[in-house]
DNA sequence: AGTTAATCGAGACGGTACGTCGAGTCTTCCA
DNA sequence: TGGAAGACTCGACGTACCGTCTCGATTAACT
């Protein structure tokens, strides 16, 4: 992703490209994002500057397919449907699990730290921002739209209502006690986000 | 805020505050947030570095303060209710309005430059982001909470539902769209969010 | 010396005079003459930068007029007649005695450090160089004078001797072992300087 | 010379360095020692501030460097036999001329500046002062030592007398003038030297 | 003895340079 | 020829002092 030009790709080492997104992830665990650095990374995977300079843009563009990475391979560890939301017929309690895996995740000091940086480089980068949402929010988010199409044929959810909107009723909220601190994030909390979004606050 | 222990504030000069918060907003604005530095303030204000460093800790503490102040000033100069959610008995009406002059807010070019490098600054910064939220985005948070709780006594919102909670629904979607550039950011999305979160987006 | 022009000497404080003199030569004693700042001496000496800059032009006017106290109160407690070279009619004699004074007083670390950073101040900063060897050191020298013109008229030294020059031949080469570090400093050294300066190098 | 542990010596840039000696030798020249930065000699040669630490540890070592480079420079544009006192078997002759010399070189601008400051920082800096003694000037004087001793072997010096100690007769005093500015340097000055020096100034 | 004006301690100010760190480029040598 | 190593230029960092400039609070000379 976002490379530089020239180089030959079938030449690439591949132990090199390991080592640097392992780096990479285990520096910014440690130290924090603005302690990384590219020299950083280098030393710590044996590594010339150059070869990172060669193969990606920055270290925000190292971080992003370091993660990237991880992530695919999670999901591979993790079985063969990748966060897939469930359809069980229950709309609510469907998003109720879902919403409380992603607690789980969202808390996973794992995941946690460089996923938060690269939000944060998202918002004042735009190049890195639009790739961040792009690649790796954005078919999550595609997720719940089937999830709730699902429900709208079933009559769960008005047919008038667009998905990719009501969505972000409850996942939105989320998001944002996670990444601005706003708030505690709980099961209980996710739960009663679902039930205001499903049937609104105004009385029945 | 987050001042050195040390210097004696009364003797603080109150031209090279001004110009420190001028030049901090002028030249986030121009070149951004990562190009501006702590040298390139000073320069720009006619002020040597150890005046910025003499009260405040770092480039984003300048820079809140600086925004924090900006706020004030045009909380001022709008008048004698800052930012109140309006209360007409319509609450649907009063979040539509509300969240309109938001949007006007966040697509102002005078804002959006350094509260979004604040935000960013505090997502990964966790004493800034605290920070940021406490002063800024709560207050104005509460803003709503008591809108929801005249609501509630109205009888226009279900009396089991936390306010705190509720306003995210409407609020962080936005907060999102905006932070993340996760989609456009219009008055019919946000009138959509209003009508979503107060009547559930399950078959009434 | 070197004085600014304006203020009204009779209100000078002598206590802060005292104590910067005191602050300066103790703090050139302790971390040498280029860690020894300004600031340092009036935090020491319990005393406003302004007041010393007030009466002095530069650290080394400082020190240097500390040094004169120094050796002005060095003079009084050794007695009435401060450094005359004594005249017992043995030229070899008392010029060996006189050398055998300043052997001690120049490895005295009371005076070392002091005048050896102002020694090598003097050789960059001319004006400072030329008041430091217009006051201490000529002064010095002008008793060698003296002294080599009672032995001329004595006939102890030729009469077309320049004593101006002659007091060289064994004065300078113990300066420069000293400032430079060029040899050692012993008694049997400046004996012998004054050997061969009387009678030269050359058979007789 | 007091170089700092760790680089790796073979992949210096050659240009680079001469870069540095050129612009700290012209900067010195120019504004004087005191004047000198280290960030100046950086920019005039076109070189990062990093180049200039990473193979010396000061302002102070560089300019060392850079003269005995000047020095050595000098010495073989000047011929093969740099400075050596010359031997025609009158003593007397060969130390007016080779002091001659001297004198015009003290008197050269090209020299002075940066010489002086080198003394001058030698004698406050004891490590860089060992340095520029054993490196530049003890050199110089065992030329005048090999001199004496021919002249010892000739006759025309007392075999008594140490020929280190009695070269500072003539020496000594020159260097005194030149840096303390305690007198006028010219020839006859010199030449009177040589005289007392070799006959002392005792009546024959 | 009271008034008054300068000096005093204190320290914030605009600056300059320090010595360090990391970015991103360039060069050399190895496999 | 890709990669490791690392020296290079550049620019910003945060610190230390510079010399100037207020600020009350003494304090000493003159009403």
């Known amino acids: 992703m976002v490379d530089k030009p020239a180089p030959d790709a079938t030449r690439r ?9 392992a780096a990479a992830l285990a520096l910014v665990g440690e130290v924090g994002y603005p302690k990384t650095t590219v020299e950083g990374i280098a030393a710590r995977a044996g590594v010339g500057k150059q070869t990172i300079y060669r193969w990606w843009s920055s ?8 993660f990237l990475d991880l992530s695919r391979q999670a999901a591979r560890e993790a079985g063969q449907e990748p966060y897939a939301v469930p359809d069980t017929g229950d709309l609510a309690a469907d998003l109720r699990t879902v919403l409380r895996i992603t ?3 969202l808390l996973d000091p794992r995941f946690e730290v460089p996923s938060r940086a690269l ?3 998202g918002l004042v980068n735009e190049q890195l921002g639009r790739e961040f949402v792009t690649t790796l929010l954005e078919p999550q988010l595609q997720l719940y739209v089937a999830r709730l199409r699902s429900a709208q044929d079933a009559g769960h959810v008005r047919h008038d209502v667009d998905p990719r909107i009501a969505l972000e009723l409850f996942v939105s909220p989320l998001a944002q006690r996670w990444l601005q601190r706003t708030g505690p994030i709980t099961y209980a909390y996710t739960d009663t986000l679902v039930d205001y979004a ?3 606050i105004a009385p029945r």
Chains 1, 2, 3, 4 share one sequence.
């Open 103 to 105: 607690v789980d995740q």
């Open 59 to 66: 270290k925000a563009d190292v971080l992003l397919e370091a």
């Open 198 to 200: 499903l049937h609104g």
């Open 119 to 121: 939000a944060a480089e």
């Open 13 to 21: 080492s591949e132990k090199s490209r390991r080592a640097i997104y």
